[in-house]
């Protein structure tokens, strides 16, 4: 099976900018869950999607939101970006019907707001 | 706020040595994962362990959960340098969703 994919893997974006991250879970995968990773704040959690209803939310702002699919692929989008946005955003999707089962990371978009 | 602390930060050890890194969370969990990444990459499922488990292994891992303290250990046993990685511990604690630890560094010399 193919493994999880996002698109693209590197991005480099002006403050103020909106931006859409793309994620496609491995095949039969229905939650899919995003995080952002930063040197400063480590791994955080930022939401979960489950048959396409969002299933859990973390501390970030509004800013960020998310959609799936009927095809389990999600997106993620960054409105009005600040310089704080630049981090390493993976995609994770899960074969169980709860996201604490073990999740399948895909290879990460490296966003850069400049 | 992370869930779960990882101890020590970094570690530097050589190979054929055993590296054992641990994880100190905060709420009571159903289960705790240890993931593995490598520089700048996603993370890698390593192995998941049970609230009502004490130990599990896995080839060259062996993992211990004490809840009552709540912690785990990473044992990984005769290190090769392919190992060097990042090791983050994950809980779920009172929610359905994982929460991170802010992770070991470790680098095997050859």
């Known amino acids: 099976k193919a493994g999880v994919t996002q698109t693209p893997r590197y991005l480099i974006k002006t403050r103020g900018q909106q931006v859409t991250l793309s994620c496609s879970p491995i095949s039969g995968h229905r939650s899919v869950s995003w995080y952002q990773q930063t040197p400063g704040q480590g791994l955080q959690f930022l939401f979960e999607y489950f048959s396409e209803t969002q299933r859990n939310k973390g501390n970030f702002p509004g800013r960020f939101s998310g959609r799936q699919f009927s095809n389990s692929r999600s997106e993620m989008n960054v409105s009005t970006l600040e310089l704080g946005d630049s981090a390493l955003y993976l995609c994770a999707s899960s074969l169980r019907d709860q996201a604490n089962y073990e999740q399948y990371f895909g290879p990460g978009t490296r966003l850069t707001v400049t | 706020s992370q869930q779960g602390e990882e101890d020590p930060q970094a570690l530097s050890i050589q190979e054929g040595e055993n590296a054992t890194m641990n994880c100190s969370y905060k709420?009571?969990?159903?289960?705790l994962q240890w993931y593995r990444q490598n520089s700048g990459r996603g993370l890698v499922h390593l192995i998941l362990?049970?609230?009502?488990?004490r130990e599990k292994h896995s080839g060259r891992l062996r993992v211990t959960l004490d809840t009552s303290k709540k912690s785990s250990s990473l044992l990984i046993t005769a290190s090769r340098a392919a190992d060097t990685a990042s090791y983050f511990c994950?809980?779920?604690?009172?929610?359905?969703?994982?929460?991170f630890g802010t992770g070991t560094r470790l680098q095997v010399f050859p």
């Open positions: 362990i049970r609230s009502n488990e």
């Open positions: 709420t009571s969990i159903n289960n």
């Open positions: 994950a809980t779920d604690g009172t929610t359905d969703k994982l929460i």
